[in-house]
């Protein structure tokens, strides 16, 4: 039978005194419940390690157990439908990057830059239209704004860093300019993220000299020259280069009806501005129209923010002539802390948080890493200062927003800068936001009516530009939650049965913004004006990892997520559940599944996805209209037409959406006024008669006090 002995004691009756008594908190830890423990007990620093050895394996089995009860909630009751691939096309050599815009698909080669066509009726497979070649030159990353008809702008980062401008139109390929290329390999600096405004309006391009020195350039491009050159090109019969193998025929051995055709072609090639009647080679044309074409223009060069230091100001005075108005926050870099209070207030925090810092020189790499940054182009909005004397267009962007890696600031700066003969390698942030914490991540919707960004300690904050309020501030619920990335997603309002464009449907829209962690796990932020919700969508099974994430604008409340084994699954967020699975063919699967080359197109009708097989590359396409899924969502578009286009209004329209909802009140607001007056004043009568009486009972008992 099971007997217990007391610990620190010895086998023998204890006196009976009261001090000897066990207290009621110890009474679990007294006893022995196996004998031979006596003998048994560890002596330090080995009692020690068993404790965080039994900690350790605690909190192990504590993460094990933990998503079990997650997974048996989550796990669909019936597998998803498995579509296989639409169509598709070859490639010759390595894809590394692609974008689908309109009718054409960007492809970023191990040799160049190609252009392909979507199948029409006209042409019913996918051609090669065109292609900028280049030897032992892979492109990286390519992004692609469309301005015009058929007209795009493509920005292109190769693998040395060098990155360039492309101007595509009717077929034609034209490079407008290298942004960083120098002549001096050992002055050379590398691009390392691009971005171009929606319209081709502006483009900025992040730049890095060695392993520290890091700048923003911001060039306006002179898109409505562009246009009119390839007007004047097209109008001269300069089709470069379908047509140009037609425009110079050889009248020898034709017939004589042919060879006066023939004859008047040639003059009209001639007549070609800049042409001769000699020059008939396609690159030859090609190079002339290119160099007609106007460069960018540099607006802004954005250096990294240097580090805090003592101030080397003699007098306040001089911190104060170096500062603005005032209207704004500054970065603070204007301070009067000397040399001696900066050494005195690090020695002190040094010895308060000792340990901590010791841990964390313990953790961190002694290398210097190169600073980054994140930046986003912005329509007008209630929140960015634009002057009277400045006509903001609601399509064309005003300011653009960066942060910094390591800093705790949002910076802004307006666009519409005047021209100038140096350009300010320094220029001061016309706003500032600053933050608790640095900022890693930020994201912005295309009509920039919300702005998102994510800090270090996993605050992730939504706000509503449009009216200029946050609409969240969430922190996700563990530590080990490291965000990777952050993206607004096309999502479709709540049911609303209000008026139709009314600042009540406004109040009922809700935005959703995906984060996805370095564990492959996602998060869903809902933020309303009402509501507020955090989920957790996935991975269900734990084993599987999330690589990367995309929206599809025909498909509101639906993610597309790839994992790491090559599955591409389709999720409804509302409902948690799959809704297909996009399969590769037989003896295919998917290209470098830990970071696929993937695409889909702008108006969200299909899915480019590049598969491999035994060294052959090809370009699988899912057309989602030929999915039986697509019919849902059509219906469920159908039933909330105007929620959804309010959803995507752009600033201008919604404040003039409050302004009419503040007319039509004003009826009812009059109406209100008059009895709110005379209430106020039956409340200021009462009052003063109140005041009154008791002034008269002040002076009866005076009087009454006095002999």
Not at 21 to 31: A, N
Not at 622 to 637: G, I
Request: aromatic share 10%; net charge negative; charged share 25%.
């Amino acid at each position: 039978m099971p007997f217990y002995v007391r610990k620190h004691t010895s086998l023998e009756i204890p006196s009976p005194t009261e001090k000897d008594w066990i207290k009621k908190d110890e009474e679990e830890d007294i006893y022995l419940k196996d004998p031979y423990g006596f003998r048994d007990t560890l002596p330090q620093p080995y009692r020690m390690i068993n404790k965080l050895v039994n900690l350790l394996l605690e909190r192990t089995w504590e993460i094990v157990e933990g998503p079990q009860p997650l997974q048996e909630t989550r796990q669909p009751k019936v597998p998803p439908p498995k579509y296989p691939p639409s169509s598709e096309f070859q490639v010759e050599g390595r894809a590394n990057c692609m974008v689908a815009a309109g009718e054409f698909i960007f492809i970023g080669f191990s040799m160049g830059l190609s252009v392909f066509s979507i199948p029409t009726y006209e042409k019913p497979t996918y051609e090669k239209v065109c292609a900028w070649e280049a030897a032992s030159l892979e492109i990286c990353a390519i992004k692609v704004s469309n301005f015009g008809s058929s007209s795009y702008l493509i920005g292109s980062v190769d693998e040395l860093g060098i990155a360039r401008l492309f101007y595509f139109f009717k077929e034609n390929l034209l490079s407008i300019k290298v942004i960083n290329e120098v002549e001096d390999i050992s002055k050379r600096n590398t691009c390392v993220a691009l971005e171009l405004s929606r319209g081709a309006d502006y483009a900025g391009f992040l730049l890095q000299a060695g392993s520290s020195e890091a700048w923003l350039e911001v060039y306006r491009l002179p898109k409505d020259s562009w246009l009119k050159e390839t007007e004047n090109a097209q109008n001269a019969a300069l089709t470069v280069p379908a047509n140009i193998k037609d425009m110079k025929v050889n009248q020898a051995n034709l017939p004589e009806k042919a060879a006066v055709e023939a004859d008047k072609k040639n003059k009209k090639t001639s007549d070609i501005p800049g042409l001769g009647a000699e020059e008939v080679d396609p690159q030859v044309l090609l190079s002339r129209l290119e160099s007609r074409l106007i460069p960018p223009v540099l607006l802004l060069k954005i250096r990294s923010p240097k580090p805090f230091a003592p101030s080397t100001f003699k007098h306040p005075y001089e911190a104060l002539m170096k500062s603005d108005d005032g209207s704004v926050i500054g970065l603070g870099y204007n301070h009067m802390l000397k040399e001696s209070q900066w050494e005195r207030q690090e020695a002190i925090f040094n010895s308060t948080f000792q340990q901590y810092l010791e841990t964390e020189d313990e953790l961190e790499i002694k290398e210097e890493k190169p600073s980054n940054a994140m930046f986003h182009f912005h329509l007008p909005g209630r929140t960015l200062p634009v002057g009277t004397e400045f006509r903001a267009e609601p399509d064309m962007p005003i300011a653009l927003s960066i942060h910094w890696s390591r800093s705790h600031n949002l910076c802004f700066y307006l666009l519409s800068r005047p021209p100038k003969e140096k350009i300010d390698s320094d220029p001061k942030p016309d706003m500032v936001w600053p933050c608790a914490s640095p900022l890693m991540y930020s994201a912005v919707t295309p009509c920039s009516s919300y702005l998102a960004f994510a800090c270090e300690d996993g605050t992730v904050t939504v706000w509503e530009k449009s009216v200029g309020f946050p609409l969240s501030v969430t922190v996700l619920p563990d530590d080990r939650y490291v965000i990777r990335s952050i993206q607004f997603m096309p999502c479709a309002p709540s049911p609303c049965e209000k008026v139709p464009g009314s600042s009540e449907v406004l109040a009922s829209t809700k935005v959703k913004l995906l984060v996805l962690c370095t564990d492959g796990s996602l998060h869903l932020i809902t933020s309303g004006a009402k509501e507020f919700d955090t989920q957790l969508l996935g991975p269900e099974i734990p084993n599987q990892t999330i690589t990367a994430i995309a929206t599809i604008s025909s498909l509101p409340d639906t993610v597309l997520m790839f994992f790491w084994d090559g599955t591409v699954i389709l999720m409804d967020t509302t409902t948690e559940d799959y809704i297909s699975q996009f399969i590769m063919p037989p003896s295919y699967k998917v290209a470098t599944s830990w970071q696929p080359v993937f695409s889909v197109d702008t108006q969200g009708q299909y899915l480019l996805l590049q598969g491999v097989k035994q060294q052959t590359e090809t370009i699988f396409i899912f057309d989602f209209t030929t999915y039986p899924f697509m019919e849902a969502f059509t219906l469920k578009a159908e039933e909330q037409p105007e929620a959804l286009a309010v959803a995507v209004l752009p600033w201008d329209k919604r404040c003039n959406i409050f302004l009419k909802d503040s007319l039509q009140r004003l009826s009812t607001i009059s109406q209100q006024i008059p009895e709110s007056w005379s209430l106020l004043q039956n409340c200021a009568k009462a009052l003063a008669k109140g005041e009154s009486q008791e002034m008269l009972e002040e002076e009866e008992s005076r009087d009454a006090e006095e002999p």
